[in-house]
């Protein structure tokens, strides 16, 4: 089965409840803005708490969805669900009106749930991405073995190029489904570049059966190269892999460094006071 998204996306939509530690402790000094930073602190921990129910449950489904057990339409289902409750907290938090010295502060919170948001509509597009494409992949292997065997039984060249036009017809279809995705964007690169692998092996596939076909032995030997440079690895990896995982796992660090931002931010506010 293809794998979901890392163990660690679990952890990262636990904002609402890690950043109620938020508030100022008592005997800041300069009482009018420490009243008000304060005012400001408890209406923005308690969006924060009212949605905590919601974030918990987001980061169940996160971590089911990470380990594969979950079907993937009720992960979608779900996932999209979660992403509505951190845009309703977010939007709830942008609804404060916070005093001067706690603006700094305010944005930085912001900009932590703006990272949340992000991330969980990536995700959302993730569960509905990832069963599609692997779907689409899963007859490329059958197709590669189907290859071998009528290639290795092929008894003269009109055979071997019969057994070429085969592979490319077959292809079509797995191509067809792949360029009708809509990747998040941390697949977008990944994506096309396998379309582009799987548009080109089919279309060498049809320029060696033609080249087998006119008896071209030099079009032949160059082509022949060309397709086993590019059909090497089989063409049925899984989408989510490589340098895909680690740009998606750059996403759940940056929310933990704006999230520490916001703490910094919270302690340089404090001593201001």
Known sequence: MISGPPP??????????????C???PGCGGESDRDRVQSYLKEANSVQRRGTPAFKRSNDVYRRFATNKIRPSQAARKLAGAERAIRRTRTRLARLDPPRPAAQLHRK??????????????????ARYLPAAAAALRPVQRINRRLGRELKAAGDPTAQG?????????????????????????????DRARVRRLAATRSLASRLRDAIEARDSRRVARLLLRFRRVTRGGGGEAPFSGSSLRAYNRRYFAIAHAAGAVQKERVRLERSL
């Open 23 to 25: 508030a100022i402790l």
């Open 109 to 126: 919170l912001l900009h932590v749930y703006d990272l949340n948001v992000n991330l969980a509509d990536e995700t959302t597009q993730l």
């Open 162 to 190: 019969r057994a070429l036009g085969h592979y490319a017809d077959a292809l079509r279809t797995p191509v067809r489904r792949l360029r009708r995705l809509h990747p998040p964007p941390v697949l977008v690169a990944s």
């Open 8 to 21: 660690a996306l679990g952890a990262c939509i636990s904002v609402g409840c890690a950043l109620a530690v």
